[in-house]
């Protein structure tokens, strides 16, 4: 029997972006497996841009590991380490470039219109879906992600969630 996808949305993952005030900052999201490629890259970029502030926010599964990423950074003095404190959409609509590997947060990040940069090391491939979609710059050099900031940020109607439509949502419940 053939089958039929309907769309119905998920409130969940759409966010209104609106009311946040950009704070121009880099957004870094780590993972257990992907911390090691991106510290590097972290420390670079604080060091040549002082003046710009870094989130670091640590995969739940790194929380237990939160003085460590401090101590890591302990000579960055615009790196700050964040767990779950912030909703990671509110993160990511104050920012001005997520950095990343491979994490759902790539999706979010382009749903609100925000440059992405993927750190092209371990399972980056993964993403290669939204490789050729605006305000997607793949890097694997340190001086690319100053490059990467520094670029204008084209707009962008790329939606992959939508709010959760109630009557679409009915139909298809009632034509099972």
């Known amino acids: 029997m053939p089958a039929k996808v309907v769309s119905v949305g998920n409130d969940y993952y759409v966010f209104d972006a609106s009311n946040e005030k950009?704070?121009?900052?880099?957004?870094?999201?780590?993972?257990?497996?992907?911390s090691k490629y991106?510290?590097?890259?972290?420390?670079d970029f604080a060091q040549k841009h002082p003046n710009i502030i870094l989130k670091y926010k640590l995969h739940p599964q790194e929380y237990f590991q939160e003085a460590y990423y401090w101590n890591v950074f302990k000579n960055c003095k615009n790196v700050q380490?964040?767990?779950g404190d912030v909703d990671i959409n509110v993160l990511i609509a104050r920012s001005e470039l997520v950095v990343l590997i491979?994490?759902?947060v790539a999706y979010e990040t382009l749903n609100q219109g925000k440059k992405l940069?993927?750190?092209k090391e371990f399972d980056y491939m993964s993403m290669e879906d939204i490789f050729e979609f605006p305000n997607v710059y793949l890097f694997d050099?340190?001086?690319s992600l100053s490059e990467i900031?520094?670029?204008?940020?084209?707009?962008s109607d790329v939606t992959f969630f939508d709010t959760f439509n109630q009557l679409k949502f009915r139909?298809?419940?009632?034509?099972?």
């Open 149 to 155: 900031y520094t670029k204008r940020m084209d707009v």
């Open 81 to 83: 380490v964040l767990k």
């Open 141 to 143: 050099s340190l001086d």
């Open 22 to 34: 950009g704070d121009n900052s880099v957004l870094f999201i780590s993972t257990a497996f992907h």
């Open 102 to 104: 491979f994490s759902t």
């Open 117 to 119: 940069a993927i750190l």
């Open 38 to 43: 991106l510290i590097p890259y972290v420390i």
């Open 171 to 176: 139909n298809l419940i009632e034509n099972i």
